[in-house]
């Protein structure tokens, strides 16, 4: 089953605007960790966040984690066509086994 | 420094024949992940190793999926007999895992390989 679910699914801006994409969860977690994923491609590591985070950026991303909401959202200032992709959160459970749980993933779109 | 590798990039078999995907993750990394992804689905774990011992292999299909990793280094999968909703992206990722002296870390992916069961 999913741990994490994105919100929205899908996302359509323009060159400039800011895109904020938000990830909740079910189970208490050790970190949170944002992937991108471009067309037919393999997934690239974003940011990753731990427990006792509450923001961290890198860049044009901005992201917060609020663990007594089970949630988190990732904000791409700026944003680029480039930026199109879909966007994963991915959740790193209590217990140090180093598995990650990946939501369903939210669609952006940057129209130029 | 050198990339997950994958081989094939893709596969087109019919239903009932097997298949096999390699995985050579980037050189030190401890942890080799394999994954499942279907069509506007996230990644699914399938098999986990920390070196070549499974960690979690508990979404893994065992009636049909095998996976090793000898030597701790390369790892291949296995789908035998294929079935229509096996049709998926086969992504394999590796990290630090605990050799980083931490838990959470970065998982790097392949490319993948994109199977079609027909």
């Known amino acids: 089953s999913q741990q994490g679910e994105e919100d929205p699914q899908a996302l359509s801006i323009q060159e400039g605007e800011n895109a904020t994409m938000n990830c909740s969860y079910k189970t208490s977690i050790n970190n949170l960790q944002w992937y991108r994923q471009n067309s037919g491609r393999g997934l690239v590591h974003l940011i990753l966040i731990r427990s006792n985070e509450r923001e961290k950026h890198s860049g044009r991303l901005r992201v917060t984690l609020d663990t007594s909401k089970k949630s988190s959202s990732l904000l791409i200032t700026a944003s680029r066509a480039a930026d199109t992709a879909s966007y994963f959160c991915a959740t790193g459970l209590q217990g140090g086994s180093e598995k990650l749980v990946f939501g369903k993933g939210t669609k952006l779109t940057v129209n130029p | 420094e050198a990339g997950v590798a994958q081989s094939p990039r893709y596969k087109i078999i019919e239903k009932r024949q097997s298949v096999a995907f390699w995985c050579n993750p980037i050189s030190g990394h401890a942890t080799l992940y394999w994954y499942q992804q279907i069509l506007g689905q996230g990644p699914k774990l399938l098999i986990q190793f920390q070196n070549n011992g499974v960690v979690d292999d508990s979404q893994l299909p065992k009636d049909r999926f095998s996976a090793e990793r000898l030597k701790g280094v390369d790892s291949t999968l296995k789908i035998q007999p294929a079935k229509l909703e096996d049709s998926a992206v086969y992504l394999c990722?590796?990290?630090?895992?605990?050799?980083?002296?931490?838990?959470?870390?970065?998982?790097?992916f392949g490319p993948g390989t994109r199977l079609t069961v027909l």
């Open positions: 990722a590796s990290s630090l895992g605990w050799t980083s002296g931490r838990a959470g870390n970065e998982q790097f």
